[in-house]
Every structure is written in C-alpha cells, then in structure tokens.
C-alpha cells in the first residue's frame, strides 16, 4: 500500500458522513479501526491538522454525554443498566483523546470540564494511574502503560501555561514514578515487561522505553532541571544503540494480539476476534520497518 494513498484514505474517511456515524454508534469501538484510531494515529503522526473540525466536535459531544464522569472502584458505584466496556473511559483512553483534542481545540477543558480534574482524582500513592479498579481496592500500585497517556496530557497543558498547583504537583509526581522505576524497571529492579525495550509505533496505549525517556526530557526542560541525569544516560545509550544508518525502526507490535468491542448480528455490543486495521495503520506499524516519527521524537530529546 502506498502509504500517501492510505494517508489520503484515512482523512477521506475521517471527511465522511460513515466516519459521523461510527462516532454517533460509540465514539471509541471498534478497534482499531473507527474515527477514533484514524485520530489518534494521525495525532501520533503529527498531521492532527487534517483531522475535520466536525469530528473533533462530534468526539466532543458524544464523551460528555456518553460516558460516565468517574470511574467506579467499586461494584456499587457502577449505576445500573450501563455496560462497563463502552459506557466507562479507562485513564489512557481520556489521556489519549485529550493530547488530540487539546492539539486542535483551545477551548478543550471548557467543552470538556471533568477530564483533568479526573487526572488528579485517580493517581495513586506512587504517581501513577492503572486502569484496572483492583488496583484502587487492593494493590495501589499503577500500571506505566495506563499512567503515560496521562502524563502526556498534563504536560501538554503544563508546555501551554496554566496549570493550577495540585496539577504541579501531580506532574512531578508523575516524573517521579517514571524515574523511579528507571523507565522500564519494578521497584526491585527487575524488568516490568522485556516488551518495553522494543519500539512500537503508534503506540496509542502501549509504552516502550522511547515513550518514557521523552516524558522525562519534557519534564525536565519544563522544569529546568538536571534531576536524573543517570535515567536519562540509561535510555540514550540504550536508544542509541538501537539506532541504524541513523533511524529507530518498530520493533514490536501488540495490536494485533488485541480482542474489541463489535456489533453482532443481534445488534449487541460483543467482544470479537479478530481485529481489522485500516492499510494507514497496517503500513506505519509494520515490525521491522524504519519509522521517522521514532526516530524524530528521539531527535528532540536532550542529549545534553
């Protein structure tokens, strides 16, 4: 597939009445290929600016009055008759989205006032998030790959000006977590995932190592600070001898191992396999293959 004809094919269908429609059937299933997937990936791309204003509007419209404004820890807070799969935003799907919306729209937390204040509700005791309730009733500890979504947002809104003092300090809190865990260690050293030292893009809810290290760039400059010198040295060296004829390639791809949410023939919302891509994202995640948006965000990295 020529990738500028599946590019082409990706803002037609974002242009089309289908794309409306899939938006006004949930805003975020099927994976990974309705609106929200084309958004994202042309978001992690850097081209958000072909991405219509009607669907921004429409994405907009359909999270504040499709999804719940909490997340429920527990069985009693989940009202009634609501499935929890589409009905329920996870902290990296509202981490995700916003970067894309805040990337197109300045008047995001107007239209939409209850996502960042989401972020500070759900962090826990060690700066991160986690996606899944067990770990709000249990284990209090976060998951990286459901924290980094969020991250990102805040420090979107933290490069824009204007963050209050609780988002300060959550922010810091949250560069705490990553450096802590060196990128991509437990607490005890060992590795979280052998998985998050091979590249993937896009990445939408998925980390790697890549991922990590330019949060902590950003909040460093951000910050103006030298705090963790030693994590930054790690990921660079690590990075850089990834690097061939100066370019990162993908390395790893867990899309395809992903199951989603589809309309059966019944017309009820099912979980199934297997998982269609459209030929843009077929083309960009292919393992293997060299990939400038890595190899960019790589290059913006303070190597000082």
């Known amino acids: 597939m020529n990738e500028s004809k599946a590019l082409t094919d990706s803002i037609n269908y974002l242009n089309s009445d289908l794309a409306i429609d ?50 429920p820890i527990h069985e009693h807070e989940l009202p009634a008759n609501i499935d929890p799969y589409t009905r329920i935003p996870c902290h990296c799907q509202l981490g995700n989205m916003y970067q894309i919306l805040r990337s197109r729209r300045a008047d995001v937390d107007e239209v939409l006032p209850w996502i960042r204040p989401w972020f500070l509700r759900y962090q826990l005791p060690d700066g991160g998030l986690n996606c899944e309730d067990e770990a709000y009733r249990v284990s209090h500890k976060s998951s990286i790959a459901s924290s980094l979504p969020v991250f990102e947002a805040m420090m979107m809104c933290a490069e824009s000006g204007g963050l209050s ?32 030292l091979k590249l993937q893009f896009p990445r939408f809810y998925s980390y790697d190592i890549l991922r990590g290290l330019s949060f902590i760039s950003r909040w460093r400059n951000y910050r103006k600070t030298s705090v963790a010198d030693d994590v930054m040295d790690y990921g660079i060296k690590i990075l850089q001898d990834k690097l061939s004829e100066g370019t990162l390639k993908v ?14 023939q019944s017309g009820e919302w099912t979980i199934v396999e297997p998982v269609s891509m459209f030929p843009l994202l077929s ?19 303070d190597k000082s």
Do not use: C
């Open 22 to 71: 899939s938006i006004k059937q949930d805003p975020y299933w099927p994976k990974w290929d309705s609106p929200w997937w084309h958004m994202s990936l042309l978001y992690e791309m850097g081209l958000s600016k072909y991405i219509p204003d009607r669907v921004i509007q429409m994405i907009m419209d359909m999270m504040n009055t499709h999804y719940l404004r909490y997340f």
């Open 165 to 196: 003092t609780e988002e300060e300090l959550f922010l810091d809190e949250a560069a705490s977590y990553v450096i802590n865990h060196r990128l991509v260690h437990k607490s005890n050293g060992e590795l979280m995932d052998p998985d998050f």
């Open 251 to 264: 390395e790893r791809s867990d899309l395809i191992a992903s199951r989603t949410k589809n309309i059966d």
């Open 283 to 301: 083309d960009v995640n292919a393992i293997g293959s060299q990939s400038v948006f890595l190899t960019q965000q790589f290059e913006f990295i």
